[in-house]
Protein backbone atom coordinates (compact mmCIF):
# COMPACT_ATOMS: atom_id res chain seq x y z
CA UNK A 1 0.00 0.00 0.00
CA UNK A 2 0.95 3.60 -0.88
CA UNK A 3 0.04 6.38 1.74
CA UNK A 4 -0.72 9.77 0.21
CA UNK A 5 -0.32 12.38 2.60
CA UNK A 6 -2.65 15.22 1.68
CA UNK A 7 -2.78 17.72 4.83
CA UNK A 8 -4.36 20.70 2.86
CA UNK A 9 -6.84 19.02 0.42
CA UNK A 10 -9.51 21.27 -1.48
CA UNK A 11 -12.88 20.83 -3.57
CA UNK A 12 -11.91 22.17 -7.00
CA UNK A 13 -15.10 23.89 -8.69
CA UNK A 14 -14.61 24.53 -11.91
CA UNK A 15 -17.46 27.02 -13.83
CA UNK A 16 -17.45 26.75 -18.25
CA UNK A 17 -18.76 29.67 -19.87
CA UNK A 18 -18.76 31.17 -23.39
CA UNK A 19 -18.11 34.95 -22.11
CA UNK A 20 -17.61 36.13 -18.69
CA UNK A 21 -20.14 39.34 -17.74
CA UNK A 22 -18.11 41.32 -15.50
CA UNK A 23 -19.96 43.22 -12.73
CA UNK A 24 -23.36 40.73 -13.87
CA UNK A 25 -25.03 37.57 -13.06
CA UNK A 26 -23.34 34.73 -15.05
CA UNK A 27 -24.75 30.85 -16.13
CA UNK A 28 -22.33 28.80 -16.65
CA UNK A 29 -23.02 26.17 -19.28
CA UNK A 30 -21.26 23.37 -17.00
CA UNK A 31 -20.21 22.50 -13.65
CA UNK A 32 -17.67 20.29 -12.22
CA UNK A 33 -16.61 19.72 -8.47
CA UNK A 34 -13.43 17.67 -7.56
CA UNK A 35 -11.60 16.66 -5.01
CA UNK A 36 -8.48 19.24 -5.52
CA UNK A 37 -4.78 19.58 -3.76
CA UNK A 38 -1.96 18.06 -4.90
CA UNK A 39 -1.86 15.04 -2.65
CA UNK A 40 -5.47 14.16 -4.12
CA UNK A 41 -3.92 14.21 -7.60
CA UNK A 42 -1.61 11.72 -7.08
CA UNK A 43 -4.07 9.23 -5.38
CA UNK A 44 -5.66 9.68 -8.34
CA UNK A 45 -2.92 8.90 -10.70
CA UNK A 46 -1.79 6.06 -8.22
CA UNK A 47 -5.38 4.46 -8.19
CA UNK A 48 -5.30 5.00 -11.77
CA UNK A 49 -2.39 2.95 -12.25
CA UNK A 50 -4.10 -0.04 -10.23
CA UNK A 51 -1.92 0.40 -7.05
CA UNK A 52 -3.13 -0.09 -3.70
CA UNK A 53 -3.59 3.13 -2.47
CA UNK A 54 -4.94 5.10 0.99
CA UNK A 55 -5.05 8.93 1.25
CA UNK A 56 -4.56 10.52 5.30
CA UNK A 57 -5.20 13.96 5.42
CA UNK A 58 -6.98 16.49 7.64
CA UNK A 59 -10.54 17.62 5.87
CA UNK A 60 -13.61 19.28 7.70
CA UNK A 61 -16.77 21.03 7.64
CA UNK A 62 -19.13 20.69 4.44
CA UNK A 63 -16.75 20.75 2.43
CA UNK A 64 -14.02 18.28 3.86
CA UNK A 65 -17.09 15.94 3.46
CA UNK A 66 -17.95 17.20 0.09
CA UNK A 67 -14.00 16.06 -0.79
CA UNK A 68 -14.53 12.91 1.00
CA UNK A 69 -17.84 11.93 -1.00
CA UNK A 70 -15.93 12.53 -4.35
CA UNK A 71 -12.83 10.83 -3.74
CA UNK A 72 -15.47 7.95 -2.54
CA UNK A 73 -17.19 8.35 -6.01
CA UNK A 74 -13.86 7.42 -7.71
CA UNK A 75 -13.05 4.70 -5.73
CA UNK A 76 -10.13 6.16 -4.01
CA UNK A 77 -10.08 5.10 -0.16
CA UNK A 78 -9.36 8.04 2.16
CA UNK A 79 -9.63 8.33 6.07
CA UNK A 80 -9.12 11.76 6.29
CA UNK A 81 -8.29 12.91 10.46
CA UNK A 82 -11.54 15.75 11.40
CA UNK A 83 -10.85 19.55 11.62
CA UNK A 84 -13.09 22.26 12.83
CA UNK A 85 -12.50 24.27 10.10
CA UNK A 86 -13.49 24.17 7.12
CA UNK A 87 -11.93 22.62 4.23
CA UNK A 88 -10.76 25.12 0.88
CA UNK A 89 -12.47 25.80 -2.00
CA UNK A 90 -10.97 26.39 -5.50
CA UNK A 91 -13.20 28.13 -7.68
CA UNK A 92 -11.78 28.37 -11.51
CA UNK A 93 -14.12 30.27 -14.10
CA UNK A 94 -13.15 29.15 -17.38
CA UNK A 95 -14.35 31.42 -20.46
CA UNK A 96 -12.91 30.94 -23.82
CA UNK A 97 -9.82 29.02 -22.90
CA UNK A 98 -8.71 31.76 -20.42
CA UNK A 99 -9.01 30.42 -16.82
CA UNK A 100 -9.19 32.55 -13.54
CA UNK A 101 -8.65 31.21 -10.23
CA UNK A 102 -10.21 31.71 -7.00
CA UNK A 103 -7.66 30.03 -4.32
CA UNK A 104 -9.55 30.23 -0.75
CA UNK A 105 -7.28 29.96 2.09
CA UNK A 106 -6.78 26.77 3.54
CA UNK A 107 -8.16 26.09 7.54
CA UNK A 108 -6.34 26.91 10.46
CA UNK A 109 -5.10 23.42 11.91
CA UNK A 110 -4.94 23.22 16.08
CA UNK A 111 -1.96 20.97 17.74
CA UNK A 112 -4.52 18.39 19.36
CA UNK A 113 -5.80 17.56 15.42
CA UNK A 114 -2.62 17.86 14.45
CA UNK A 115 -1.76 15.06 17.24
CA UNK A 116 -4.73 13.12 16.32
CA UNK A 117 -3.42 13.10 12.39
CA UNK A 118 -0.43 11.51 13.86
CA UNK A 119 -1.99 8.71 15.45
CA UNK A 120 -3.49 8.13 12.35
CA UNK A 121 -0.32 8.10 10.31
CA UNK A 122 1.63 6.17 12.41
CA UNK A 123 -1.25 3.20 12.38
CA UNK A 124 -1.48 3.22 8.25
CA UNK A 125 2.36 3.07 7.90
CA UNK A 126 2.55 0.41 9.78
CA UNK A 127 0.82 -1.55 6.58
CA UNK A 128 2.90 0.41 3.68
CA UNK A 129 5.57 0.22 0.97
CA UNK A 130 6.06 3.76 0.57
CA UNK A 131 3.92 7.39 1.45
CA UNK A 132 4.07 10.81 -0.39
CA UNK A 133 3.74 13.79 1.35
CA UNK A 134 2.40 16.25 -1.27
CA UNK A 135 1.31 20.19 -1.12
CA UNK A 136 1.22 23.13 0.81
CA UNK A 137 0.85 23.38 5.01
CA UNK A 138 -2.32 24.02 5.78
CA UNK A 139 -1.96 27.53 8.09
CA UNK A 140 -1.12 26.38 11.59
CA UNK A 141 1.75 24.03 10.97
CA UNK A 142 5.09 24.52 11.03
CA UNK A 143 7.30 24.25 8.60
CA UNK A 144 8.95 21.89 10.08
CA UNK A 145 6.13 19.34 9.86
CA UNK A 146 7.19 17.54 6.69
CA UNK A 147 10.41 16.78 8.37
CA UNK A 148 8.73 15.13 11.53
CA UNK A 149 6.53 13.04 9.41
CA UNK A 150 9.33 11.78 6.99
CA UNK A 151 11.25 11.11 10.02
CA UNK A 152 8.27 9.08 11.87
CA UNK A 153 7.31 6.92 8.42
CA UNK A 154 9.77 4.19 8.64
CA UNK A 155 9.33 3.49 4.93
CA UNK A 156 10.19 5.55 1.74
CA UNK A 157 9.27 9.13 1.49
CA UNK A 158 8.79 11.66 -1.73
CA UNK A 159 8.04 14.95 -0.71
CA UNK A 160 6.50 17.16 -3.27
CA UNK A 161 6.41 20.50 -1.31
CA UNK A 162 8.22 23.66 -1.41
CA UNK A 163 9.78 26.63 0.15
CA UNK A 164 11.32 26.27 3.79
CA UNK A 165 8.55 22.73 3.95
CA UNK A 166 11.34 21.51 1.42
CA UNK A 167 14.23 22.35 2.94
CA UNK A 168 13.50 21.14 5.94
CA UNK A 169 11.32 17.90 4.67
CA UNK A 170 14.73 17.24 2.34
CA UNK A 171 16.89 17.37 5.63
CA UNK A 172 14.87 14.78 7.09
CA UNK A 173 15.99 12.03 4.55
CA UNK A 174 13.33 10.74 2.15
CA UNK A 175 13.51 8.67 -0.73
CA UNK A 176 13.06 11.48 -3.16
CA UNK A 177 12.17 15.14 -3.21
CA UNK A 178 10.80 15.72 -6.47
CA UNK A 179 10.86 20.13 -6.89
CA UNK A 180 10.28 21.74 -10.05
CA UNK A 181 12.63 24.48 -12.13
CA UNK A 182 11.05 27.46 -10.19
CA UNK A 183 10.90 25.60 -6.46
CA UNK A 184 14.52 24.94 -6.65
CA UNK A 185 15.72 28.19 -8.25
CA UNK A 186 13.55 30.05 -5.30
CA UNK A 187 15.22 27.62 -2.97
CA UNK A 188 18.96 28.23 -4.38
CA UNK A 189 17.82 31.94 -5.09
CA UNK A 190 19.49 31.45 -8.80
CA UNK A 191 18.27 31.21 -12.31
CA UNK A 192 18.58 27.42 -13.42
CA UNK A 193 18.99 27.23 -17.16
CA UNK A 194 21.47 24.48 -18.15
CA UNK A 195 21.39 20.97 -16.92
CA UNK A 196 24.76 21.60 -15.15
CA UNK A 197 23.14 24.23 -13.44
CA UNK A 198 19.98 22.12 -12.16
CA UNK A 199 22.14 19.15 -11.97
CA UNK A 200 24.22 21.15 -9.06
CA UNK A 201 21.15 23.25 -7.40
CA UNK A 202 19.98 19.56 -6.85
CA UNK A 203 23.11 18.60 -4.70
CA UNK A 204 22.77 21.17 -2.75
CA UNK A 205 19.09 19.68 -1.53
CA UNK A 206 21.33 18.46 1.57
CA UNK A 207 19.85 15.02 3.07
CA UNK A 208 17.71 13.46 0.32
CA UNK A 209 18.50 10.82 -1.45
CA UNK A 210 17.58 11.52 -4.54
CA UNK A 211 16.56 14.78 -6.21
CA UNK A 212 14.18 14.18 -8.99
CA UNK A 213 13.29 18.25 -11.23
CA UNK A 214 10.65 18.23 -13.17
CA UNK A 215 11.69 20.44 -15.91
CA UNK A 216 8.40 20.89 -18.29
CA UNK A 217 8.92 20.16 -21.48
CA UNK A 218 12.93 19.20 -21.13
CA UNK A 219 11.73 16.30 -18.84
CA UNK A 220 13.37 15.44 -15.93
CA UNK A 221 16.89 15.43 -14.05
CA UNK A 222 17.27 12.69 -11.51
CA UNK A 223 20.35 13.55 -8.85
CA UNK A 224 20.85 10.05 -6.86
CA UNK A 225 23.66 8.55 -4.52
CA UNK A 226 23.75 6.22 -7.73
CA UNK A 227 24.33 8.53 -10.66
CA UNK A 228 21.97 11.66 -12.62
CA UNK A 229 20.08 10.87 -15.01
CA UNK A 230 18.12 12.84 -17.95
CA UNK A 231 14.75 11.70 -19.19
CA UNK A 232 13.51 13.84 -22.29
CA UNK A 233 9.71 13.33 -22.80
CA UNK A 234 8.19 13.34 -26.28
CA UNK A 235 7.36 16.66 -27.39
CA UNK A 236 3.22 16.33 -27.21
CA UNK A 237 4.19 17.44 -23.79
CA UNK A 238 2.34 20.28 -23.13
CA UNK A 239 -0.58 21.82 -21.13
CA UNK A 240 -1.22 21.09 -17.31
CA UNK A 241 2.02 21.71 -15.95
CA UNK A 242 0.87 20.96 -12.21
CA UNK A 243 -1.42 17.85 -12.57
CA UNK A 244 1.92 16.61 -14.57
CA UNK A 245 4.09 17.15 -11.51
CA UNK A 246 1.34 15.50 -9.12
CA UNK A 247 1.80 12.12 -12.14
CA UNK A 248 5.38 12.19 -11.90
CA UNK A 249 5.43 11.74 -7.99
CA UNK A 250 2.81 9.36 -8.23
CA UNK A 251 4.90 7.21 -10.39
CA UNK A 252 8.09 7.53 -8.83
CA UNK A 253 6.21 6.20 -5.51
CA UNK A 254 4.95 3.65 -7.71
CA UNK A 255 8.56 3.06 -8.65
CA UNK A 256 9.57 2.68 -5.23
CA UNK A 257 6.73 0.25 -3.89
CA UNK A 258 7.27 -1.80 -6.99
CA UNK A 259 11.24 -2.06 -6.56
CA UNK A 260 12.17 -0.36 -10.11
CA UNK A 261 15.60 0.50 -10.76
CA UNK A 262 16.01 3.91 -10.83
CA UNK A 263 16.18 4.35 -15.65
CA UNK A 264 13.23 2.02 -15.65
CA UNK A 265 11.63 4.27 -12.73
CA UNK A 266 12.82 7.79 -14.87
CA UNK A 267 10.98 6.34 -17.86
CA UNK A 268 7.43 5.61 -16.10
CA UNK A 269 7.64 8.95 -14.56
CA UNK A 270 8.48 10.85 -17.70
CA UNK A 271 6.14 9.03 -19.42
CA UNK A 272 3.23 9.42 -16.75
CA UNK A 273 3.81 13.21 -16.32
CA UNK A 274 3.30 13.79 -20.50
CA UNK A 275 0.46 11.33 -20.36
CA UNK A 276 -1.08 13.41 -17.68
CA UNK A 277 0.06 16.83 -19.38
CA UNK A 278 -1.69 15.38 -22.56
CA UNK A 279 -4.82 15.20 -20.66
CA UNK A 280 -7.32 18.55 -19.92
CA UNK A 281 -7.91 17.38 -16.09
CA UNK A 282 -5.25 17.23 -13.56
CA UNK A 283 -4.78 13.91 -12.19
CA UNK A 284 -6.29 12.09 -15.34
CA UNK A 285 -4.10 10.11 -17.91
CA UNK A 286 -5.32 8.11 -21.25
CA UNK A 287 -3.93 4.69 -20.96
CA UNK A 288 -2.76 4.87 -24.61
CA UNK A 289 -0.52 8.13 -24.28
CA UNK A 290 0.96 6.71 -21.26
CA UNK A 291 2.00 3.34 -23.51
CA UNK A 292 3.02 5.93 -26.13
CA UNK A 293 5.17 8.40 -23.92
CA UNK A 294 6.91 5.29 -22.25
CA UNK A 295 8.02 4.16 -25.67
CA UNK A 296 9.07 7.33 -26.70
CA UNK A 297 11.04 8.38 -23.64
CA UNK A 298 14.57 8.86 -23.58
CA UNK A 299 16.65 7.75 -20.63
CA UNK A 300 20.35 8.34 -20.01
CA UNK A 301 22.78 8.80 -17.41
CA UNK A 302 24.43 12.70 -17.30
CA UNK A 303 27.71 13.70 -15.97
CA UNK B 1 -46.09 28.58 12.39
CA UNK B 2 -45.15 29.65 8.97
CA UNK B 3 -44.02 27.15 6.42
CA UNK B 4 -41.27 28.62 3.81
CA UNK B 5 -41.09 26.57 0.86
CA UNK B 6 -37.80 27.06 -1.09
CA UNK B 7 -37.79 24.33 -4.01
CA UNK B 8 -34.49 25.47 -5.47
CA UNK B 9 -32.35 26.36 -2.38
CA UNK B 10 -28.44 27.45 -3.13
CA UNK B 11 -25.11 28.02 -1.16
CA UNK B 12 -24.22 31.45 -1.97
CA UNK B 13 -20.32 31.84 -1.49
CA UNK B 14 -18.86 34.87 -1.65
CA UNK B 15 -14.97 35.72 -2.41
CA UNK B 16 -13.68 39.53 -1.36
CA UNK B 17 -10.88 40.58 -3.40
CA UNK B 18 -9.45 43.41 -3.54
CA UNK B 19 -8.95 43.56 -7.69
CA UNK B 20 -9.62 40.41 -9.47
CA UNK B 21 -6.67 39.57 -12.00
CA UNK B 22 -8.53 37.59 -14.57
CA UNK B 23 -6.74 34.88 -16.19
CA UNK B 24 -4.78 34.53 -12.70
CA UNK B 25 -4.79 32.83 -9.48
CA UNK B 26 -6.39 34.94 -6.82
CA UNK B 27 -6.52 34.72 -3.13
CA UNK B 28 -9.46 35.96 -1.84
CA UNK B 29 -8.94 38.12 1.60
CA UNK B 30 -12.26 36.89 2.71
CA UNK B 31 -14.51 33.86 2.03
CA UNK B 32 -18.26 33.73 2.70
CA UNK B 33 -20.90 30.56 2.56
CA UNK B 34 -24.42 30.92 3.67
CA UNK B 35 -28.00 29.57 2.38
CA UNK B 36 -29.39 31.59 -0.36
CA UNK B 37 -31.95 31.19 -2.62
CA UNK B 38 -35.33 33.66 -1.97
CA UNK B 39 -37.19 31.49 0.27
CA UNK B 40 -33.88 31.29 2.63
CA UNK B 41 -33.57 34.62 2.93
CA UNK B 42 -37.61 34.72 3.52
CA UNK B 43 -37.05 32.06 6.37
CA UNK B 44 -33.96 33.83 8.03
CA UNK B 45 -35.94 37.44 7.96
CA UNK B 46 -38.84 35.53 9.72
CA UNK B 47 -37.03 33.73 12.05
CA UNK B 48 -34.97 37.03 13.09
CA UNK B 49 -38.50 38.29 13.83
CA UNK B 50 -38.74 35.89 16.35
CA UNK B 51 -41.65 33.83 14.04
CA UNK B 52 -41.75 29.96 14.53
CA UNK B 53 -40.65 28.88 10.67
CA UNK B 54 -40.07 25.87 9.22
CA UNK B 55 -38.26 25.62 6.25
CA UNK B 56 -39.08 22.75 3.72
CA UNK B 57 -38.34 22.21 0.18
CA UNK B 58 -35.85 19.86 -2.09
CA UNK B 59 -31.81 19.63 -1.23
CA UNK B 60 -29.19 17.20 -2.09
CA UNK B 61 -25.98 16.31 -2.45
CA UNK B 62 -23.25 17.52 -0.87
CA UNK B 63 -24.14 21.38 -1.50
CA UNK B 64 -27.85 20.49 -0.09
CA UNK B 65 -25.92 18.97 3.47
CA UNK B 66 -23.77 22.17 3.05
CA UNK B 67 -26.84 24.59 2.56
CA UNK B 68 -28.91 22.50 5.77
CA UNK B 69 -25.63 23.21 8.26
CA UNK B 70 -25.43 26.47 7.49
CA UNK B 71 -29.22 26.92 8.06
CA UNK B 72 -28.52 24.98 11.62
CA UNK B 73 -25.86 26.73 12.48
CA UNK B 74 -28.54 30.20 12.40
CA UNK B 75 -30.90 28.00 14.10
CA UNK B 76 -33.62 28.15 11.18
CA UNK B 77 -35.75 24.92 11.49
CA UNK B 78 -35.57 23.46 7.81
CA UNK B 79 -36.91 19.52 7.13
CA UNK B 80 -35.64 19.14 2.99
CA UNK B 81 -37.08 16.22 0.87
CA UNK B 82 -33.80 14.45 0.01
CA UNK B 83 -33.06 14.73 -3.92
CA UNK B 84 -30.51 12.97 -5.77
CA UNK B 85 -28.81 15.68 -7.67
CA UNK B 86 -26.86 18.00 -6.31
CA UNK B 87 -27.75 20.92 -5.06
CA UNK B 88 -26.79 24.49 -6.81
CA UNK B 89 -24.05 27.16 -5.71
CA UNK B 90 -23.97 30.34 -6.78
CA UNK B 91 -20.47 32.01 -6.30
CA UNK B 92 -20.10 35.61 -6.03
CA UNK B 93 -16.75 37.68 -6.75
CA UNK B 94 -16.64 40.93 -5.12
CA UNK B 95 -13.84 43.45 -6.29
CA UNK B 96 -14.22 46.59 -5.33
CA UNK B 97 -17.85 47.30 -4.74
CA UNK B 98 -18.64 45.53 -7.89
CA UNK B 99 -20.08 41.89 -7.89
CA UNK B 100 -19.98 38.98 -10.62
CA UNK B 101 -21.94 36.40 -10.24
CA UNK B 102 -21.65 32.98 -11.21
CA UNK B 103 -25.43 30.61 -10.72
CA UNK B 104 -25.32 27.05 -11.14
CA UNK B 105 -27.91 25.50 -12.52
CA UNK B 106 -30.60 24.04 -10.07
CA UNK B 107 -30.70 20.06 -10.09
CA UNK B 108 -33.56 18.09 -11.97
CA UNK B 109 -36.45 16.86 -9.63
CA UNK B 110 -38.07 13.65 -10.50
CA UNK B 111 -41.56 12.92 -9.87
CA UNK B 112 -41.09 10.51 -7.58
CA UNK B 113 -39.38 12.77 -5.43
CA UNK B 114 -41.68 15.97 -5.47
CA UNK B 115 -44.28 13.15 -4.62
CA UNK B 116 -42.58 13.07 -1.63
CA UNK B 117 -42.13 16.21 -1.17
CA UNK B 118 -45.81 16.76 -1.47
CA UNK B 119 -46.57 14.29 1.48
CA UNK B 120 -44.01 16.17 4.36
CA UNK B 121 -45.68 19.47 2.65
CA UNK B 122 -49.00 18.23 3.72
CA UNK B 123 -48.19 16.87 6.98
CA UNK B 124 -46.18 20.56 7.84
CA UNK B 125 -49.22 22.18 6.68
CA UNK B 126 -51.44 20.79 9.56
CA UNK B 127 -49.42 22.79 12.17
CA UNK B 128 -49.33 26.29 9.81
CA UNK B 129 -51.22 29.39 10.36
CA UNK B 130 -49.43 30.60 6.77
CA UNK B 131 -47.43 29.29 3.63
CA UNK B 132 -44.50 31.03 1.87
CA UNK B 133 -43.72 30.14 -1.78
CA UNK B 134 -40.91 31.44 -3.14
CA UNK B 135 -38.32 31.58 -5.93
CA UNK B 136 -37.70 30.03 -8.98
CA UNK B 137 -38.87 26.50 -9.81
CA UNK B 138 -35.81 23.83 -10.16
CA UNK B 139 -35.78 22.12 -13.66
CA UNK B 140 -38.31 19.02 -14.01
CA UNK B 141 -41.47 20.86 -12.39
CA UNK B 142 -43.56 22.52 -14.35
CA UNK B 143 -45.23 26.05 -13.91
CA UNK B 144 -48.49 25.15 -12.61
CA UNK B 145 -46.39 23.98 -9.53
CA UNK B 146 -47.12 26.86 -7.13
CA UNK B 147 -50.81 26.81 -7.78
CA UNK B 148 -50.92 23.43 -7.03
CA UNK B 149 -49.36 23.66 -3.98
CA UNK B 150 -51.22 26.26 -3.20
CA UNK B 151 -54.63 24.47 -3.95
CA UNK B 152 -53.23 21.81 -1.28
CA UNK B 153 -52.14 24.61 1.50
CA UNK B 154 -55.39 24.80 3.30
CA UNK B 155 -53.90 28.01 4.55
CA UNK B 156 -53.07 32.06 3.45
CA UNK B 157 -50.59 31.57 1.14
CA UNK B 158 -47.77 34.09 -0.22
CA UNK B 159 -46.12 33.70 -3.66
CA UNK B 160 -42.97 35.21 -5.18
CA UNK B 161 -42.32 34.04 -8.11
CA UNK B 162 -42.33 35.29 -11.78
CA UNK B 163 -43.05 34.41 -15.17
CA UNK B 164 -45.77 31.64 -15.87
CA UNK B 165 -45.27 29.99 -12.52
CA UNK B 166 -46.43 33.51 -10.89
CA UNK B 167 -49.53 34.10 -13.59
CA UNK B 168 -50.75 30.61 -12.84
CA UNK B 169 -49.52 30.72 -9.11
CA UNK B 170 -52.28 33.61 -8.62
CA UNK B 171 -54.64 31.96 -10.69
CA UNK B 172 -54.88 29.32 -7.88
CA UNK B 173 -56.29 32.23 -5.06
CA UNK B 174 -53.47 32.50 -2.72
CA UNK B 175 -53.64 35.35 0.13
CA UNK B 176 -50.66 37.48 -1.31
CA UNK B 177 -48.83 37.54 -4.56
CA UNK B 178 -45.50 39.80 -4.67
CA UNK B 179 -44.26 40.78 -7.53
CA UNK B 180 -41.47 43.72 -8.12
CA UNK B 181 -42.21 45.73 -10.99
CA UNK B 182 -40.06 44.34 -13.27
CA UNK B 183 -42.04 41.37 -13.11
CA UNK B 184 -45.43 42.67 -13.54
CA UNK B 185 -43.91 44.16 -16.23
CA UNK B 186 -42.68 41.20 -18.09
CA UNK B 187 -46.26 39.35 -17.16
CA UNK B 188 -48.53 42.33 -18.43
CA UNK B 189 -45.85 43.21 -21.63
CA UNK B 190 -46.08 47.11 -20.93
CA UNK B 191 -43.51 49.62 -19.36
CA UNK B 192 -45.20 50.72 -15.51
CA UNK B 193 -44.12 54.40 -14.90
CA UNK B 194 -46.69 56.08 -12.69
CA UNK B 195 -48.70 54.50 -10.09
CA UNK B 196 -51.36 54.21 -11.79
CA UNK B 197 -50.45 51.93 -14.38
CA UNK B 198 -48.57 49.72 -11.48
CA UNK B 199 -52.12 49.28 -10.14
CA UNK B 200 -53.93 48.57 -13.35
CA UNK B 201 -51.25 45.78 -13.65
CA UNK B 202 -51.84 44.60 -10.55
CA UNK B 203 -55.79 44.47 -10.97
CA UNK B 204 -55.13 42.07 -13.76
CA UNK B 205 -53.24 39.34 -11.99
CA UNK B 206 -56.25 37.15 -11.31
CA UNK B 207 -56.94 35.10 -8.67
CA UNK B 208 -54.78 36.46 -5.86
CA UNK B 209 -56.26 38.00 -3.18
CA UNK B 210 -54.23 40.52 -3.08
CA UNK B 211 -51.30 41.97 -5.15
CA UNK B 212 -48.48 44.09 -3.69
CA UNK B 213 -46.05 45.06 -5.84
CA UNK B 214 -42.32 46.41 -4.50
CA UNK B 215 -41.16 49.22 -6.23
CA UNK B 216 -37.52 50.02 -5.00
CA UNK B 217 -37.22 53.88 -3.99
CA UNK B 218 -40.64 53.92 -4.22
CA UNK B 219 -42.15 51.82 -2.01
CA UNK B 220 -44.64 49.17 -1.90
CA UNK B 221 -48.02 49.39 -3.60
CA UNK B 222 -50.90 47.14 -2.81
CA UNK B 223 -54.02 46.43 -5.02
CA UNK B 224 -56.74 44.32 -2.25
CA UNK B 225 -60.28 43.39 -2.33
CA UNK B 226 -60.57 46.35 0.50
CA UNK B 227 -59.06 48.85 -1.67
CA UNK B 228 -55.32 50.06 -2.94
CA UNK B 229 -52.53 51.19 -0.62
CA UNK B 230 -49.12 53.29 -1.32
CA UNK B 231 -46.77 52.68 1.38
CA UNK B 232 -43.46 54.91 0.84
CA UNK B 233 -39.98 54.29 2.28
CA UNK B 234 -37.58 56.43 3.83
CA UNK B 235 -34.93 57.65 1.52
CA UNK B 236 -32.27 55.61 3.11
CA UNK B 237 -33.64 52.71 1.29
CA UNK B 238 -30.90 51.63 -1.02
CA UNK B 239 -28.54 48.79 -2.35
CA UNK B 240 -29.48 45.18 -2.11
CA UNK B 241 -33.00 45.20 -3.79
CA UNK B 242 -33.18 40.75 -3.47
CA UNK B 243 -33.21 41.10 -0.04
CA UNK B 244 -35.53 43.81 0.65
CA UNK B 245 -38.41 42.19 -1.62
CA UNK B 246 -37.63 38.97 0.26
CA UNK B 247 -37.98 40.87 3.77
CA UNK B 248 -41.15 42.01 2.41
CA UNK B 249 -42.84 38.61 1.56
CA UNK B 250 -41.50 37.96 5.00
CA UNK B 251 -43.19 40.76 6.80
CA UNK B 252 -46.44 39.95 4.63
CA UNK B 253 -46.45 36.42 5.61
CA UNK B 254 -46.23 36.83 9.43
CA UNK B 255 -49.02 40.03 9.15
CA UNK B 256 -51.01 36.92 7.88
CA UNK B 257 -49.79 34.78 11.04
CA UNK B 258 -50.39 37.99 13.53
CA UNK B 259 -53.67 39.11 11.70
CA UNK B 260 -52.49 42.66 11.26
CA UNK B 261 -54.61 45.09 9.30
CA UNK B 262 -54.17 46.30 5.91
CA UNK B 263 -52.23 49.47 6.85
CA UNK B 264 -50.85 47.85 9.28
CA UNK B 265 -49.57 45.17 7.41
CA UNK B 266 -48.07 47.20 4.70
CA UNK B 267 -45.93 49.57 6.78
CA UNK B 268 -44.10 46.21 8.36
CA UNK B 269 -43.23 44.97 5.39
CA UNK B 270 -42.00 48.64 4.10
CA UNK B 271 -39.80 49.14 6.82
CA UNK B 272 -38.57 45.44 6.81
CA UNK B 273 -37.81 46.16 3.09
CA UNK B 274 -36.32 49.18 4.17
CA UNK B 275 -34.16 48.08 6.64
CA UNK B 276 -32.99 45.11 4.85
CA UNK B 277 -31.67 47.27 1.45
CA UNK B 278 -29.62 49.05 4.11
CA UNK B 279 -28.15 45.99 5.09
CA UNK B 280 -25.12 44.90 2.82
CA UNK B 281 -25.93 40.93 3.37
CA UNK B 282 -29.45 39.72 1.69
CA UNK B 283 -31.63 38.78 4.66
CA UNK B 284 -30.60 40.36 7.49
CA UNK B 285 -30.95 43.55 9.12
CA UNK B 286 -30.84 45.98 12.03
CA UNK B 287 -33.26 46.07 14.71
CA UNK B 288 -32.91 49.69 15.13
CA UNK B 289 -33.00 50.38 10.95
CA UNK B 290 -36.18 48.49 11.68
CA UNK B 291 -37.98 50.55 13.99
CA UNK B 292 -36.70 53.63 12.25
CA UNK B 293 -38.23 52.84 8.99
CA UNK B 294 -41.54 51.98 11.04
CA UNK B 295 -41.81 55.56 12.20
CA UNK B 296 -40.46 56.72 8.46
CA UNK B 297 -42.95 54.68 6.16
CA UNK B 298 -46.28 56.95 5.01
CA UNK B 299 -49.09 55.01 4.07
CA UNK B 300 -51.76 55.83 2.28
CA UNK B 301 -54.74 54.94 0.56
CA UNK B 302 -55.13 55.73 -3.03
CA UNK B 303 -57.65 56.02 -5.79
Tied chains: 1, 2.
Excluded at 12 to 29: A, S
Excluded at 179 to 185: D, H, T
Aim: aromatic share 4%; with cysteine; net charge negative.
Amino acid sequence: MIVVVCLNPALDVTHQLDTVGWGRVNRPRAVHARPGGKGLNVARTLHALGADVLVLGLAGGITGAGVEASLRELGVPAAFTPLTGETRRTFSVVDNGRVTAFHEPGPEVGAPEFAEFRVDYEKALAGAEAVVLSGSLPPGLPAGTYATLIQAAGVPAVLDTHGEALRRGAAAQPAIVKPNRAELEALTGRSLTTQEEVTAAAGELRGARAVVVTLGLEGLLAATGDGCWQARVPAVMAGNATGAGDAVAAALAHGIALGRPWDEQLRHAAALGAATAAASVAGEFRQQDYLDALRAVAVEEVR
